[in-house]
């Protein structure tokens, strides 16, 4: 990019006495400083440059890669960016991206991911037979990161509120509808209990089959364990890849949209949810899920 504006800047100085192009010249200019800037802030998210000194990151690949899953508004994207930027990761994409329906793995993305070392990757995509199938070819090990599915419903009527207005496109099936914005707070919660609520029990339940069957090697966290005692959090998660302390230099992020961050109360839900979103909750939630995760189902 830099050389793209340095010829710019030699053919400007060729015209400039004219007068004639000073208007397009200025608009192209900050077009592609703009260009600039993002791309600069796109390979500082993934983890290519030093966000203070721009300096390239050399990725420790003496690490092996990192696959994070979580569901959506779970903390997912606080815990990767913490990882990526405290043990000098890059980050990848492995899948469609899907949460909602069946997202599959993108096998030759897997394959480098898993073979490159030194990577990070965060995902919700739900465990399927493909997806299993695939990971057993691996020796990834997996972070399954679980929050109280009735939290996230909360935190998501707040994260699909902050996309609109969106562009004119095609939507996904799990995106909510163009006037979800003029609905009161209950009737967005009560959409989003319909849609979401079994998508994520089914989510949770499938990946934690795969775990108890050890048919993959996974560490199994929760977001109250890292509001509780985030140290404690991320060394159990160093242990898990067997990462030595002094490798891990905690960025301490700031809490803000660039990790979605909102709230961070775990309980939010019992005070803006109406008793009839708990008791519908509260059906659907499975008894063994509640008792593995001490959640509370009172009213």
């Known amino acids: 990019m830099q050389g793209y504006l340095k010829r710019f800047e030699h053919f400007w100085r060729a015209a400039k006495q004219s007068k004639m192009y000073e208007q397009q010249y200025l608009e192209t200019r900050d077009a592609l400083l703009h260009t600039q800037n993002v791309l600069r802030d796109f390979q500082v998210k993934v983890g290519y440059l030093d966000r203070n000194s721009g300096n390239v990151i050399d990725r420790d690949q003496n690490i092996e890669s990192i696959l994070l899953v979580s569901p959506p508004k779970a903390a997912g994207s606080y815990i990767m960016n913490t990882l990526l930027s405290g043990l000098s990761l890059e980050q990848r994409w492995v899948s469609l991206g899907y949460f909602g329906s069946p997202d599959f793995f993108k096998v030759g993305q897997l394959n480098s991911f898993w073979q490159d070392r030194g990577c990070i990757s965060f995902i919700h995509s739900e465990i399927n037979p493909f997806n299993l199938h695939l990971l057993k070819q691996t020796?990834?090990?997996?972070?399954?990161?679980?929050?109280?599915?009735?939290?996230?419903?909360n935190s998501l009527v707040h994260y699909n509120l902050i996309h609109f207005p969106r562009q004119a496109g095609i939507l996904h099936p799990a995106q909510p509808p163009d006037d979800f914005p003029e609905w009161s707070f209950h009737e967005q919660v009560d959409w989003l209990i319909d849609k979401h609520m079994k998508n994520y029990i089914d989510w949770i339940e499938g990946w934690l089959s795969v775990a108890d069957s050890e048919d993959v090697e996974i560490l199994i966290v929760t977001y109250d364990q890292l509001i509780k005692d985030e140290k404690g959090f991320f060394d159990k998660i160093l242990n898990f890849y067997q990462i030595d302390s002094s490798k891990f230099n905690?960025?301490?992020?700031?809490?803000?949209?660039?990790?979605?961050?909102?709230?961070?109360?775990?309980?939010?839900?019992?005070?803006?949810?109406?008793?009839?979103?708990?008791d519908k909750c509260n059906v659907l939630l499975p008894n063994h899920l509640v008792e593995r995760f001490n959640w509370d189902i009172s009213d």
């Open 139 to 153: 020796d990834l090990k997996i972070i399954l990161n679980i929050r109280d599915p009735r939290q996230c419903i």
């Open 250 to 278: 905690s960025p301490k992020l700031a809490l803000n949209k660039e990790v979605n961050f909102r709230s961070g109360n775990p309980d939010e839900w019992k005070a803006a949810f109406l008793p009839a979103h708990i």
